[in-house]
């Protein structure tokens, strides 16, 4: 009788060897779907953009870098740029360092206008000439790095001789100090911050602003004072012939009575107005003296931002008799917080040393840092912390 022969007994390797597969591939699956949601949401995606190199097309890079290119042009910037594979522009800006702050206002406005954004990431105000590294990011992928370095400014020329204008009476009690922040209408939450450093700061708004309107009635509603921030052209730029709402060397004493007073209806809370740029208005006598007249018959003060070292408007404005005051110091010439530590102190030796002293910042986060950080400061050495307005003479 013959024997059947007994079944082998199926191993379990190739089983587990199937269950392995599977494990595998969805682990790659899953991997792969969580690149692929990182790179359609613009965060950095290994596979996607090493691998295969994909980059998602952004329709607003090239329209903005067209912009920017004709912004330095027009303004008389020394910028040069490259390319690199990844398709992000570098660029290399040298710029006076009075000049800094309105640079980066236009570029602002230039972001802001693609939806993009711009950021501070690195700075050395050790460096000669200081370097500021910025990004500019659409989407939330990096198009455009700007390496900054701000050139020290010329020294002025010995001013020309001109009759003295009656010396200012020194006023008892304790010094004196007061601060602007500039070019309020373009930073959303700029009026937030202001009150809540819990000082008087007086706010520079500038008309035809997104914010503007808005960020003038809380600075209303919480007591702080209002001003017009009125664009000027500048010395080393042609923009201001193309932009709206600019007084430049073309405007007509017409003109400049219109615009001045469209801007003081748009903020009729408005005391007084500082020039925005300016720098070529304010040093020519036959062009400042048509926009001081249209500020004194709106009734209102004049600050002379001192744009430029040459700048005639405060001088000016004394000889009409209009209310006037000057800046002395920028705190964020240079937007670092260390060089805004010292530009505080700066202020606060010559409000000591003169009774008074009036500061100009913008609403960077490095600035509204240093503000916060020297409200209690300030209050320790002596100084009484006032509105602009109550400098004026």
Do not use: C
């Not at 110091?329 to 530009?343: E, I, K, N």
């Amino acid at each position: 009788m013959s024997r059947k022969p007994v079944p082998k007994l199926r191993s379990g390797r190739g089983f587990s060897w199937i269950l392995f597969a599977i494990f595998i591939g969805s682990a790659v699956a899953v991997a792969t779907l969580l690149e692929y949601r990182d790179f359609r949401q613009g965060r950095y995606s290994f596979l996607f953009k090493r691998i295969f190199r994909f980059e998602r097309a952004l329709s607003q890079v090239d329209p903005f870098q067209k912009e920017l290119q004709d912004l330095f042009r027009q303004e008389g910037t020394a910028a040069d740029f490259l390319q690199d594979r990844y398709k992000t522009y570098h660029f290399r800006i040298s710029i006076g360092n009075a000049a800094l702050p309105g640079l980066l206002d236009q570029i602002q406005k230039r972001v802001q206008k693609w939806g993009g954004r711009l950021e501070l990431t690195d700075s050395s105000s050790r460096s000669n000439p200081p370097l500021f590294l910025y990004q500019i990011a659409f989407d939330r992928r990096v198009t455009h790095l700007l390496l900054i370095s701000a050139l020290p400014d010329e020294a002025p020329e010995p001013a020309a001789k001109t009759t003295p204008l009656p010396a200012k009476v020194k006023r008892q009690g304790p010094p004196r100090l007061a601060l602007i922040i500039d070019d309020i209408g373009y930073v959303a939450d700029a009026a937030e911050q202001i009150r809540d450093l819990g000082i008087p700061i007086t706010a520079a708004v500038l008309p035809g602003t997104p914010f503007g309107r808005a960020q003038a009635d809380l600075l209303e509603a919480t007591g702080l004072e209002v001003i017009i921030h009125l664009p000027m052209q500048s010395l080393n730029g042609q923009h201001g012939d193309q932009e709206e709402g600019f007084i430049t060397s073309r405007s007509t004493p017409e003109q400049i009575r219109l615009l001045i007073r469209q801007a003081h209806e748009g903020f009729p809370e408005a005391r007084g107005a500082n020039n925005h740029m300016g720098s070529l208005i304010t040093s020519d006598r036959k062009l400042i003296t048509p926009v001081l007249e249209a500020i004194r018959a709106e009734g209102l003060f004049f600050i002379d931002s001192r744009t430029s070292d040459k700048s005639l408007a405060y001088d000016l404005a004394r000889e009409m008799g209009i209310a006037t005051a000057k800046r002395d110091v920028f705190l964020d010439s240079t937007p670092d917080y260390a060089f805004s530590v010292g530009q505080i102190e700066r202020l606060a030796a010559l409000a000591r040393k003169n009774g008074s002293a009036l500061g100009i910042g913008h609403p960077f986060a490095t600035t509204f840092q240093v503000l916060r950080d020297s409200v209690g400061w300030l209050k320790e050495q002596g100084l009484e912390i006032v509105f602009a307005s109550a400098l004026v003479e």
